[in-house]
C-alpha cells in the first residue's frame, strides 16, 4: 500500500459532468492510501501540509497553476514544491492532460511550467500516442519516461441503436472557441451535403462574445441549448442523434472527458484524425475526418447495422476500466 497525494484535490463537482478526478481517487483508494482524500482543499498549500505523508505525487493539470488566482506566487510555490520533491527523494507522476493551454494558447509561462514538470516529472502518462509523438518532438529527453494508457472509463450509460433519429450531429460540453463550433457552423453554410443538416448544440458558454458569434451564425436546421445539463440527459439526446460531432480545432487537445462519456452513452463518434479520436480510429464507433469535408463521405459509407459497433464498446471499455488503469500505474511506479 502506497501514500499517494493526488492533485488537484475537488471537494465537490460543481458545473462539471466529468468526475476524473472523483474516479481516480476511488479506484486508487482500493489498495493504497490518498493522503488528502479527506482533506480540505487548501490549493497550492496542500502540496506542502501533505508533504511529509506522501511517497508518490500524482498531478493532473499541474501546467494550469500560472491561470488561478495569484498564478506567480502559486507558480513559485509549485517550483519549491518540485526543488523540495528532488531533494527528499519524492516521486512524481505527471497526468499529460493536453499539449498546452486551450485557453491561453502558446505563451512563455505555460511553457516554462512544461520545462519544468518534464525535468521534474518521474513517469509521465498521457492518454494518446499524440502525447507521446509530442514529447518526442518538443522534450525527447523525457521520452523515455512516458507511458501511453487510454483514458479510463466507468459504466455505460446506453447502447446504439439503429433507428431514426432526429438530429444528425449532436455537439455537447461546454463552449469554448477551441472547440471550433464556429468554424463547423460556417462550414455548414457553404456545403450543400450538409447545409441541412439537423444540429444539436448542449452546452454553457461563459464568453458572452463567442455565444453571440455562435447564434449569429446558427443555421435553421440547428439549436442552441445554452444549458448544463446531467450526463442521462445527455445520453438521451445522444440516442436521438446519428452522430455525437467533436469539432476541435485545437492541436493542444490529447484526450476529452466528454469523448469518453460520450463513448458510454452509445454514441457514434465524428471526430478530428488526432490524439485519442485517431488512436481509436479503428474502432466500429469511431470516425475520424481530417477536414470537414471528408464528413460526407463518411456519412455515406456508415452502415448503422454493424454488429462491430457496441462488440468493439464493449471490449474497449472493459479493457480500460479505471480498476486497471491504476494496476498500469501500480506496474509502471512499482507501488
Not at 447545409?195 to 444539436?200: D, E, G, H, I, M
Not at 447564434?215 to 439549436?223: C, R, V, Y
Not at 452502415?303 to 486497471?324: C, G, L, V, Y
Amino acid at each position: 500500500m502506497a501514500a499517494i497525494f493526488l492533485y488537484p484535490k475537488i471537494d465537490k463537482i460543481i458545473g462539471s459532468p466529468n468526475p476524473y478526478i472523483f474516479n481516480f481517487q476511488k479506484a486508487l483508494a482500493e489498495n493504497h492510501r490518498v493522503v488528502n482524500a479527506n482533506a480540505p482543499n487548501r490549493g497550492i498549500l496542500s502540496f506542502f501540509i501533505h508533504f511529509n505523508n506522501a511517497e508518490l505525487f500524482i498531478l493532473n493539470w499541474p501546467e494550469t497553476i500560472p491561470e488561478k488566482k495569484f498564478g506567480g506566487v502559486q507558480k513559485r510555490l509549485f517550483s519549491l514544491f518540485l526543488w523540495m520533491a528532488k531533494k527528499f527523494s519524492k516521486r512524481i507522476v505527471w497526468v499529460l492532460h493536453n499539449k498546452g493551454s486551450h485557453h491561453k494558447g502558446e505563451n512563455e509561462v505555460t511553457r516554462d511550467m512544461f520545462n519544468r514538470l518534464m525535468r521534474s516529472s518521474d513517469y509521465i502518462i498521457t492518454h494518446s500516442n499524440a502525447g507521446k509523438d509530442f514529447v518526442a518532438v518538443d522534450y525527447p529527453d523525457a521520452l523515455s519516461k512516458v507511458h501511453v494508457i487510454p483514458h479510463p472509463f466507468t459504466q455505460k450509460l446506453g447502447n446504439y441503436q439503429a433507428d431514426e433519429k432526429k438530429y444528425d450531429f449532436l455537439i455537447w460540453g461546454s463552449i469554448f472557441p477551441y472547440k471550433g463550433i464556429d468554424i463547423f457552423l460556417k462550414y455548414l453554410q457553404t456545403s450543400p451535403e450538409l447545409n441541412k443538416a439537423r444540429v444539436l448544440i448542449i452546452g454553457r458558454c461563459s464568453d458572452q462574445d463567442y455565444k453571440s458569434k455562435i447564434l449569429s451564425i446558427l443555421p435553421e436546421s440547428a439549436d442552441y441549448k445554452d444549458e448544463l445539463l446531467s450526463l442521462e440527459e445527455i445520453a438521451n439526446y445522444s440516442n436521438q442523434s446519428r452522430f455525437t460531432l467533436f469539432t476541435y480545432k485545437s492541436q493542444t487537445v490529447i484526450s476529452s472527458g466528454s469523448l469518453v462519456d460520450s463513448i458510454r452513452m452509445g454514441a457514434i463518434v465524428l471526430g478530428p484524425d488526432h490524439g485519442a479520436f485517431k488512436d481509436m480510429g479503428n474502432l466500429a464507433f469511431m470516425r475520424t475526418f481530417k477536414d470537414f469535408d471528408d464528413i460526407p463521405k463518411i456519412i455515406e459509407g456508415f452502415d448503422p447495422a454493424d454488429e462491430r459497433i457496441e462488440a468493439d464498446r464493449n471490449t474497449f471499455m472493459k479493457q480500460n476500466s479505471w480498476h486497471n488503469f491504476v494496476q498500469k500505474i501500480e506496474k509502471i511506479t512499482g507501488i
